[in-house]
């Protein structure tokens, strides 16, 4: 048989979806504002501190508020959920709460080891990438990457998934997704905003 001429689809029932989606820049101009400022005061990094209740061997993790994110953030977060629940279930989900989200400003060395989120739903997104991220011995560079893990690896299913992170990437996966970030060399700062979500059980049990 004709290979060339083969045709068919390729199903995948048993993965989880990751949504990925593009940050629009004046919101990505807002956050980083936003940010700045709160890293521009001591008592402000010390008041808004998250490093407790995060997994990262990283000095700056700071919440942000939810005045903040109730007047900028939450309203375009959810659109984000909605459209990411609605084209990997069909479902459009009854309430999305936002429960928790936080400012990562990652250096040099910084890293995050394997861990996963509470809630339901979690996210990712950038808001400023160092233009390098360092040499590697390896033919491929990961250096500042995020890796995906879910499963074991199998003929035709991959375990990791991992992802050279540019500004305004917004990737979105169920909260008990494994992740990991690998830790770079630059002097410059790789900027992310994280975020938890519950959705109504019906929409969470499937």
Known sequence: MN??????????????AIGKYKLPDETINLINNHVDEILKDQ???????NGDNLAG???YEVKLEKDFLNQHLNEIF?????NYIKSSTGKDFKSCEILSCWAVSQYENDYNPIHWHNGNISAVTYTKIPKDFGSSYKKVNVNGNIAFIHGARQLTAASVYNVKPEIGDLFIFPSYMMHTVYPFFSNEERRSISFNASLDQDTANI
């Open 43 to 49: 008592n402000k990094i010390e008041e808004l501190y």
């Open 78 to 82: 959810r659109s984000f959920v909605f």
């Open 57 to 59: 061997e990283i000095k």
């Open 3 to 16: 290979q060339n001429k083969i045709q068919g689809q390729i199903i995948r029932p048993f993965s989880p």
